[in-house]
C-alpha cells in the first residue's frame, strides 16, 4: 500500500511536469503577445521566489529585494553597453556583482531582526536606486538605457522565451535542492527558534548571510533577464516600490510555499494587465481581492491548499 505522503510527492511532480509541457509548447500555438506577458511572469516569478528564500524561510522581511533585482540588471547592461563585454561574460559577471553587493549589505543587516532588518534593506536598496537615477555616465540617470546589445538569436520571441523558460526551470530545481538539503532545513530551524538554534551550536548569523546571498543571486538573474528581454532598464527596478509588489507576489500566492510566490506572480501580473484593459480604478479591485484572500486565505492560495491537502491526508 503506498503512503499518503508518497503519493502526494507523486501528484505534485505529475502536476509540475504537466506545467512545465504545456509551457514548452506553449510558443507553436500562443500570439505574441501572449508570449510577451509569460515571460514577464517568469521573471517576476524568478525574483519573488528569491524573495521567499529570505521571507518565507528565514523569517526575515526585506523591503529592498529590488536592489538585487537593480543590481544583476545594471550590471548586464552596464557591461554590454557601456564596455561592449561579450554576452556570455557580462552574464557571467552578474552573479559576481550581485554576491559581492548582497554580502555587504548582508553583513551589515542580518545582526538584525524584525522592522530593524526591514527598513535597513530598504536604506540599501534606495541607496542603490539614487546610484542609478544619478549616475548619468554610466547608468542613464532617470532616462536609463535602452537598445542594449543582445544575440541576434534572442530577439526572436521564441527565443528568449525558450532560453528565460530554461533559466527559470534551472533556477528552480537549484533553489528546491537548497531547500530541501541539512542547510535548508537549519535556515528553517533558526526561523522557528533562534535562541535554540544558537544554543545547539549552529552559527546563526553565518547561514542567515549565507542564505541571503543566495537569495539576492537568483534575484540578480532575474534582473539580467528583464534586461535581455527589453533591452533596457530604467533606476524603478531597484526602487521600493518593486519589493513591496514582490513582497505582495509572496503574500497572495504563500509565504514559505515552495510554489505560493509564483502564483503570486501569475495572479499580480495578470491583475494588473488585464484589469487595468477593462477597469478604471482597477487598484481598487485589486485591493479588495487583496484584503479578501489575506482575511480568509491569511496563509495565501498555496498555503490554503496545502492546509487542505494534509487535512485529508491526516
Same mark, same amino acid.
Given at each position: ?9 507523486? =501528484? ?9 509541457? +504545456? &509551457? ?8 505574441? !503577445? ?11 516569478? &524568478? ?11 528565514? =523569517? ?9 533585482? $537593480? ?19 557580462? !552574464? ?10 548582497? $554580502? ?13 532588518? $526591514?527598513?535597513?534593506? !530598504?536604506? +540599501? ?18 532616462d536609463g538605457m535602452t537598445r542594449i546589445p543582445i544575440p541576434i538569436i534572442l530577439h526572436n520571441i521564441v527565443a528568449s522565451y525558450y532560453f528565460i523558460l530554461g533559466v527559470l526551470i534551472f533556477s528552480l530545481v ?9 542547510? =535548508? ?12 538554534a544558537t544554543f545547539s551550536g549552529i552559527n546563526v548569523w553565518h547561514y542567515l548571510l549565507l542564505n541571503f546571498i543566495i537569495a539576492a543571486l537568483f534575484g540578480g538573474i532575474a534582473g539580467s533577464l528583464l534586461v ?15 519589493? $513591496?509588489? *514582490?513582497? &505582495? ?16 506572480? *501569475? ?18 479591485? &485589486? ?8 482575511? +480568509? ?6 498555503? +490554503?491548499?496545502?492546509?487542505k491537502i494534509q487535512q485529508k491526508i491526516f
Amino acid at each position: 500500500m503506498v503512503d499518503k505522503g508518497v503519493e502526494k510527492s507523486i =501528484g505534485v511532480n505529475i502536476c509540475f511536469s504537466i506545467i512545465i509541457l +504545456f &509551457l514548452v509548447f506553449m510558443p507553436l500555438w500562443a500570439p505574441k !503577445m501572449w508570449l510577451h506577458l509569460v515571460i514577464e511572469i517568469f521573471i517576476l516569478a &524568478l525574483l519573488a521566489i528569491s524573495l521567499n528564500m529570505i521571507l518565507g524561510r528565514s =523569517g526575515l522581511l526585506s523591503m529592498g529585494h529590488a536592489c538585487f533585482y $537593480a543590481v544583476g540588471g545594471y550590471t548586464f547592461a552596464i557591461l554590454a553597453a557601456k564596455f561592449k563585454v561579450p554576452f556570455a561574460l557580462a !552574464m557571467l559577471a552578474v552573479p559576481a556583482a550581485v554576491v559581492i553587493s548582497a $554580502a555587504i549589505i548582508g553583513y551589515f543587516s542580518i545582526r538584525l531582526t524584525g522592522i530593524h532588518f $526591514a527598513i535597513l534593506t !530598504m536604506g +540599501f536598496a534606495q541607496i542603490v536606486w539614487a546610484i542609478a537615477h544619478k549616475w548619468y555616465k554610466f547608468t542613464g540617470g532617470d532616462d536609463g538605457m535602452t537598445r542594449i546589445p543582445i544575440p541576434i538569436i534572442l530577439h526572436n520571441i521564441v527565443a528568449s522565451y525558450y532560453f528565460i523558460l530554461g533559466v527559470l526551470i534551472f533556477s528552480l530545481v537549484i533553489i528546491r535542492l537548497i531547500q530541501n538539503s541539512s542547510f =535548508g532545513q537549519i535556515i528553517i530551524a533558526i526561523r522557528e527558534n533562534r535562541e535554540r538554534a544558537t544554543f545547539s551550536g549552529i552559527n546563526v548569523w553565518h547561514y542567515l548571510l549565507l542564505n541571503f546571498i543566495i537569495a539576492a543571486l537568483f534575484g540578480g538573474i532575474a534582473g539580467s533577464l528583464l534586461v535581455l528581454f527589453t533591452q533596457s532598464i530604467f533606476p524603478g527596478m531597484g526602487y521600493w516600490t518593486t519589493s $513591496a509588489s *514582490v513582497i &505582495l507576489m509572496c503574500i497572495l500566492g504563500g509565504v514559505g510555499v515552495f510554489w505560493g510566490p509564483i502564483l503570486g506572480a *501569475v495572479i499580480l501580473t495578470f491583475a494588473e494587465h488585464y484589469l487595468s484593459m477593462h477597469i478604471f480604478y482597477w487598484q481598487l479591485v &485589486l485591493g479588495c481581492m487583496i484584503i479578501v484572500l489575506v482575511v +480568509f486565505m491569511p496563509g495565501g492560495i498555496c498555503g +490554503f491548499i496545502k492546509e487542505k491537502i494534509q487535512q485529508k491526508i491526516f
